[in-house]
């Protein structure tokens, strides 16, 4: 479910449940998933649409959150924690981008007219529209999609050089195969060229 979220996303949730836990609550809702964001400055939401800056009292809270004890537990998402994730992701198709970052939940959370992050990004000045064209301006800064075969080459070298050596075995055998049949093939037309110049001579001969 997660693959095309970048790190920087899946610990944005990480933090975000852990805000939720430490809080007593029993879902993580868009509230949590806003202040999740705002554990790391170098994230993209940070960079581009500076969430840190416009909320400097939830941004030290979040700072105090780290220094802590992790809680251990897991909690669901709420219904409105289940459409930012979803609308995150929409966000990113629409936008034909593969990753789905930091800024696409920014953008998750403002799809919503009343939870209360998105009440809290408007009180700031940021609205779903101005944002988005933000992301697409700084679209060519994302990373490109990966490639799943260099993906696999790196994290698999010992697995690649094997299949490229059985590859290379078969296609060996494969090439001794089609000499096989042309070697054969040869032989026959040569043997019956030959029955046919021994008949050519023998109607000669008559």
């Not at 994730?85 to 990753?99: H, P, T, V």
């Amino acid at each position: 479910m997660f693959e095309r979220y970048t790190d920087q996303c899946k610990r944005a949730i990480f933090f975000a449940q852990q805000t939720a836990l430490c809080g007593g609550a029993s879902e993580i809702d868009s509230r949590h998933m806003l202040l999740g964001l705002l554990n790391e400055k170098e994230t993209r939401a940070n960079t581009i649409l500076r969430l840190c800056e416009l909320l400097p009292e939830e941004t030290s809270q979040q700072a105090r959150l780290v220094k802590q004890k992790l809680t251990k537990g897991t909690i669901p998402l709420s219904s409105d924690g289940k459409r930012t994730i979803a609308y995150a992701g929409r966000e990113a198709n629409q936008l034909r981008d593969y990753w789905i970052d930091t800024e696409h939940l920014v953008l998750g959370i403002l799809r919503e007219e009343s939870n209360s992050a998105a009440v809290k990004l408007r009180a700031v000045g940021l609205e779903l529209e101005s944002c988005r064209q933000l992301v697409i301006i700084n679209k060519k800064s994302r990373p490109p999609k990966r490639d799943p075969v260099l993906w696999w080459v790196r994290q698999r070298p010992v697995g690649f050089v094997a299949v490229a050596m059985v590859l290379f075995a078969l296609g060996i055998a494969a090439a001794l195969i089609l000499l096989g049949f042309v070697a054969m093939g040869s032989t026959f037309a040569i043997l019956a060229m030959l029955q046919f110049l021994r008949s050519v001579a023998r109607g000669s001969a008559t």
